[in-house]
């Protein structure tokens, strides 16, 4: 009997599991197509990626029915119980990385009437595919259960707060060159934070991932800028 709840369990588990690549995956291509999106303008490539979120949400749903039902069911405990409440806020987290993607595709036909800021597209093009490297690492961290991958994610959030940083003040030096550059430069700035967050919020599923397959959260803070630039030094 034990071990025909187990198999059960283990093949609840596998079709989560699944869920959670097939979602990862889909917040995966969306970053990159916001980001494309943005650096050439392409308002109809722009809605499709707002419009391609709701799929996204759908998968968080049918996630959380799926895990609650398992642990109605097989009242999992121990790594097996960590294993689903993981789950939980592995798909929340990609959820909200999906949103902040679909939120930069939303100011791309504004920015689309605006005179481009020079160097800033492809700046932003290459944060958010370091982002969303970090996002296929920790996938590929969660299934294969490997901590010094998820580690690794977790190490690389710093790369990610300095391009914000280096963004910030090339924003700033734009507006100060020229005033007619400031609703371009808010809206991008806008941006690169939302690029920011899906970064902290990619290192936040790494540290989840850690915690699921060792039990341990990780004890020392993640490597972050001393002073990360805010809107507010503006």
Do not use: W
């Amino acid at each position: 009997m034990n071990e025909h709840i187990s198999s059960a369990y283990d093949r609840d588990l596998e079709s989560i599991q699944t869920l959670i690549v097939k979602m990862g995956g889909l917040v995966e291509h969306a970053i990159l197509e916001a980001a494309k999106a943005l650096e050439s303008r392409d308002i109809e490539r722009a809605d499709i990626v707002r419009k391609g979120d709701k799929v996204i949400d759908a998968l968080e749903e049918q996630i959380n029915e799926e895990a609650a039902r398992t642990i109605a069911l097989r009242a999992p405990v121990s790594k097996d119980l960590r294993a689903l409440l993981s789950v939980l806020k592995l798909a929340s987290s990609l959820e909200r990385v999906g949103d902040y993607a679909k939120n930069m595709a939303k100011r791309t036909p504004i920015l689309a009437e605006m005179a481009p800021i020079d160097g800033t597209d492809a700046a932003l093009r290459r944060m958010s595919k370091e982002v969303q490297s970090m996002l296929r690492d920790t996938l590929d961290a969660y299934v294969r259960k490997d901590v010094d991958l998820a580690e690794n994610v977790r190490q690389r959030d710093l790369e990610v707060d300095q391009m914000y940083n280096a963004l910030f003040r090339e924003f700033l030096t734009f507006m100060m060159e020229d005033p007619r550059n400031i609703s371009a430069c808010m809206h991008m700035h806008f941006i690169a934070k939302n690029v920011e967050r899906m970064g902290d919020l990619v290192t936040n599923m790494a540290e989840q991932i850690i915690y699921m397959v060792s039990g341990v959260m990780p004890e020392e803070d993640r490597p972050k800028m001393g002073s990360t630039v805010t809107a507010q030094d503006i």
